[in-house]
C-alpha cells in the first residue's frame, strides 16, 4: 500500500494551475512522497467532492477561486489569518478535525523578502479591494507599515476593508477618484484581476516616490499590461510567480512540517 500523502487542489478552473508542478519539486527536493491531484469542482459541488477526497484517504487540499470562503465550512479550526480573510486556501487534517489556513499574505511576504523589499515602515499603496487583497492585509500589517492605503474603482469596498482592518495598523482606503493627494509611496502592489483582461486601472506614476518598486500578485499573461506601465515608467516589477511558489511552500509545510526552498522552483517555472 502506498504511503504517499494524498493532497488535492479543488478550484474551478485547474486545468492550468502550476501547483502539481510545484509541489512535485517540493516532494522531490525534501524527500517527501506525494499524490498532488486536482479536482474541477464548482462552489455547491465543493461539500460532496471533498467528502468523497476524504475517504479515498486524503490528508491536505489546496483551494482557489471560487472555494476559498466555501472551505471555511469544513474546518473544525481556522487560523487567524484565514479568519481575517474569510478565505482558506489550505485545509489540513488534524487529530482533531480539518484546520484551516490561508498562505496567500504569508507568500507574498516570503517573496518581497527574497526580494529584498522591505515592508516595514514603508509606504505601501495596493490596488484593488477584492479576495486578493483581502487575503494579503492582515500579514502586510503585521510588519508595521508606516501607512498601507487600498484604491479601487468602487471606493465604499476599499474604505470597508481598511475600516476592517483599522486596528492592525495605519489603513485607509477610497476610490480613484479621491486620489489627489496620494504622493510619496515606496511599494505599489497590483492586487486587482483587470489584468486577466488586458487592461489595467488608472494608475498614476506621481503616487510613487523615485526609487519605488512594484509587484503585481498577478503572473503570466495577466501580468503583462502591469509590466508594460512599469517598463514606460521605468519603475522596478515583479510579477507574482515567487508568491504562488511562496504560498505553495508554506502550504507545504503545513502539510509536512518542511519548509522547502523556492528559489530552484521559481527558476525552475521561469525556464518554462
Not at 494551475?17 to 525534501?30: A, C, D, V
Not at 479576495?131 to 508595521?144: K, M
Amino acid at each position: 500500500m502506498s504511503r504517499a500523502l494524498k493532497l488535492a487542489l479543488f478550484g474551478d478552473p485547474v486545468e492550468h494551475s502550476r501547483s502539481p508542478e510545484i509541489h512535485r519539486r517540493f516532494g522531490e527536493q525534501t524527500g517527501v512522497e506525494l499524490e498532488y491531484t486536482t479536482i474541477r469542482c464548482s462552489s455547491p459541488e465543493f461539500g460532496p467532492r471533498f467528502a468523497a477526497f476524504i475517504v479515498a484517504g486524503g490528508s491536505g487540499a489546496n483551494l482557489t477561486l471560487p472555494l476559498k470562503q466555501a472551505g471555511l465550512a469544513v474546518c473544525q479550526q481556522v487560523d487567524p489569518d484565514a479568519r481575517a480573510a474569510r478565505a482558506v486556501n489550505t485545509l489540513v487534517k488534524r487529530a482533531d478535525g480539518w484546520h484551516g489556513y490561508n498562505t496567500d499574505g504569508p507568500g507574498l511576504l516570503l517573496d518581497l523578502q527574497g526580494l529584498g523589499i522591505p515592508v516595514t515602515d514603508q509606504r505601501i499603496l495596493v490596488i484593488g479591494a477584492g479576495g486578493a487583497t483581502a487575503g494579503i492585509l492582515a500579514p502586510l500589517l503585521a510588519q508595521s507599515p508606516r501607512l498601507l492605503a487600498i484604491l479601487n474603482r468602487t471606493g465604499a469596498r476599499a474604505e470597508a476593508l481598511a475600516e476592517k482592518h483599522a486596528h492592525r495598523g495605519h489603513v485607509i482606503g477610497g476610490g480613484f477618484e479621491h486620489s489627489e493627494a496620494l504622493k510619496d509611496f515606496d511599494l505599489l502592489i497590483q492586487a486587482g484581476s483587470s489584468g486577466h483582461h488586458g487592461i489595467l486601472p488608472p494608475l498614476q506614476r506621481r503616487w510613487l516616490k523615485p526609487g519605488a518598486q512594484a509587484y503585481d500578485l498577478n503572473y503570466g499573461p495577466a501580468h503583462r499590461a502591469f509590466a508594460d506601465w512599469c517598463r514606460e515608467h521605468k519603475l522596478p516589477c515583479h510579477d507574482g510567480l515567487g508568491m504562488l511558489v511562496g504560498q505553495a511552500a508554506l502550504a507545504f509545510e503545513i502539510w509536512t512540517g518542511q519548509l522547502p526552498d523556492t528559489a530552484p522552483v521559481v527558476q525552475a517555472l521561469r525556464a518554462f
